[in-house]
């Protein structure tokens, strides 16, 4: 089974991630920010993981701190949990709708960090939740995991659905990068590597 489970400890967040890829889509998500875990529950939910998330912080002083170290240990676990990248087929993409609202994400496991964040109207702050840091969740993940990936909206207009499109798009972008393709020997690489 490709699993694991990653822990950060620091003065400022004390955040546990554990996370199956071959799971159903099951998640218990214990955030202080309740848009934020109602939004990792759809990365959950449409990509077939199976994750549990715990975390605290100084949300007292902002949620910058959670949000950002939130994408560290996210991005941590998914790399850990696929190891080698043996066997898996790389990329993945996917364009999901909710009402007005699509959105696309493609995705390259392939071991070199690049954001592309394409995404507007979706800046403000949803109950106490500014919505702004989620781009910087993102960035935070995509350097830990060492992942290429593009997040793109086509078009929206409610932030909630905008950045739901976006979480349930990586979630199956996701999903396909990291599945094993029996036809794959080794990594998905002319270089051998990734």
């Given at each position: ?24 889509g099951n ?119 060492k992942i ?47």
């Open positions: 089974m490709r699993k694991a489970t990653v822990s950060r400890k620091t003065k400022e967040t004390e955040i546990t991630v554990s996370i199956n890829l071959d799971g159903r998640y218990k998500i214990d955030t202080p920010f309740p848009f934020l875990s109602h939004m990792l529950s759809a990365f959950s939910k449409h990509g077939f993981f199976d994750v549990e998330i715990k975390a605290k912080g100084d949300i007292e002083i902002d949620e910058h701190h959670t949000v950002e170290d939130l994408g560290i240990v996210l991005g941590e676990v998914l790399a850990k949990a696929w190891g080698d990248k043996s066997g898996i087929r790389r990329f993945g993409t996917a364009l999901i709708p909710l009402d007005e609202a699509l959105s696309e994400v493609t995705v390259d496991l392939s071991g070199r960090p690049f954001l592309v964040y394409n995404v507007k109207n979706a800046r403000k702050k949803i109950k106490d939740f500014d919505c702004g840091l989620i781009e910087h969740f993102f960035r935070s993940l995509v350097d830990q995991c290429n990936l593009h997040i793109n909206l086509r078009y929206g207009k409610d932030q909630h659905h905008i950045l739901e499109t976006i979480f349930k798009a990586f979630g199956r972008a996701l999903d396909q990068a990291t599945q094993i393709d029996p036809r794959q020997s080794g990594v998905a690489s002319t270089k051998g590597s990734l």
